[in-house]
């Protein structure tokens, strides 16, 4: 059955006065990919950008309201959750809202508590961040209602950093709507109690969630207008403070590249690159910011550009060079754990383009024996894996059932 996004593809094609084949051939995609999409199939992102640039079109404008898809095998996410559901959307009456707040820690113990949190959220122990989110939420709630004054200025700094967390990790879990909660309550605490930066931190995260729905032109509004509100002078910034204007740039330039608008986008990375260079190394302290910033990771995503762009030989030509050899890390310092397990996914997905599969199988490997559970939420992991599985000419080897199995890909 034809869609609407179908339709759109039809209709720009036939307008550039291309043929089903010569798109094939502009996008780098087979003819096979762009009937099936013509015919209302289902594709990954990257092809809709690749047929976007192909078109000449902004990706955004392919899509199309539809009534969704059935949602199947979201059950079990249901219940995992539950107690953070019931913490973070309590139910509304007309009166108050039906709440179960607890005891109220002092705020010392709810800032370590947070903290806390945060390390088991690097650390890839998501079970552990899940369970504990619950309670902290709850706690702080409950400070913000039992104190008064300075004190309960206090309180909401510390419930907003407890929301941003929260956040942070149900937008790693695709948990979206959750998610955009978490952040709105987060940037509207730290509005009201005057910290700006934190809002920003709050909105870099808000960003990521509106990339991570696809709304790309959302993304990119909000984050260069709130990069354009909290501009740093260069000459006596902080380190914080430079950290999260580079990362709004961050968000720019990953909003406009895959919207295929790549004259914005190189100019959203040279900003962010001059946030980079007036830094001295990595920065990641949460909740200064969202989730590191730095020379390197300003690299990271550029050849993240290069991967979208489907330059596999880009990608691996600036893998391990430059800002993302050993010397570099060794002077910066390296970036955040999923910075650099993602970007090792875009090197994966580069090695399996080239024909390289044991290289790639190597990578897979690699990050999951050091974020095993972080792999495991991430589209492109698939991806890869799935290719692997098609390429495969031969018996699977062990590792390859093992990673097959633990990211849920059928071969």
């Not at 700006?196 to 032109?217: E, K, S």
């Not at 295929?260 to 830094?279: I, K, L, W, Y």
């Not at 001295?280 to 762009?309: C, I």
Request: charged fraction near 25%; hydrophobic fraction near 45%.
């Amino acid at each position: 059955m034809a869609t609407g996004l179908a339709e759109n593809v039809r209709n720009y094609r036939r307008t550039a006065g291309m043929s089903q084949e010569q798109l094939a051939e502009a996008a780098n995609v087979s003819v096979g990919t762009v009937r099936k999409v013509e015919q209302g199939g289902d594709v990954r992102m990257e092809t809709l950008h690749a047929l976007a640039r192909a078109l000449g079109v902004a990706t955004s404008t392919l899509f199309a309201i539809e009534a969704p898809t059935p949602v199947i095998g979201d059950e079990a996410n249901r219940r995992y959750l539950v107690e953070l559901r019931k913490a973070l959307m309590p139910p509304v009456g007309l009166s108050a809202p039906i709440t179960n707040l607890g005891e109220a820690d002092e705020l010392s113990v709810l800032r370590r508590a947070t903290a806390d949190a945060h390390a088991l959220y690097w650390a890839d122990r998501y079970d552990s961040v899940a369970k504990r989110l619950p309670g902290l939420l709850r706690s702080a709630e409950a400070a913000v209602e039992a104190l008064e004054g300075e004190e309960q200025q206090r309180a909401m700094i510390a419930r907003c950093h407890a929301l941003l967390l929260t956040g942070k990790y149900l937008t790693q879990v695709r948990q979206y709507d959750m998610a955009y909660f978490a952040l709105v309550e987060a940037i509207r605490l730290a509005r009201e109690t005057g910290q700006t930066l934190t809002a920003a931190t709050g909105v870099v995260g808000m960003c990521w969630l509106l990339l991570r729905q696809d709304r790309f032109d959302e993304s990119e509004q909000l984050a260069a207008q709130t990069a354009a509100e909290i501009e740093p002078r260069m000459s006596d910034a902080s380190a914080a403070h430079l950290a999260v204007w580079g990362e709004l740039w961050l968000r720019v330039a990953s909003a406009t590249v895959r919207n295929n608008r790549p004259d914005v986008a190189h100019e959203a990375r040279r900003m962010a690159g001059t946030a980079a260079s007036a830094m001295s190394g990595e920065n990641a302290e949460f909740p200064l910011h969202w989730g590191g910033f730095g020379p390197v990771t300003a690299e990271l995503k550029a050849v993240e550009d290069l991967a979208l762009l489907g330059d596999a030989r880009g990608v691996l030509s600036r893998s391990d060079d430059g800002l993302l050899g050993s010397k570099a890390l060794r002077n910066f310092g390296k970036p955040t754990a999923p910075n650099w397990d993602r970007h090792r996914l875009d090197v994966a997905q580069a090695h399996v383009t080239l024909k390289q599969h044991q290289d790639a199988m190597d990578i897979l490997m690699s990050v999951r024996r050091t974020s095993g559970e972080w792999i495991k939420h991430q589209p492109m992991a698939r991806y890869v894996m799935t290719d692997l599985l098609k390429a495969r000419k031969r018996t699977l080897t062990q590792d390859m059932r093992d990673m097959a199995t633990h990211l849920g890909v059928s071969g």
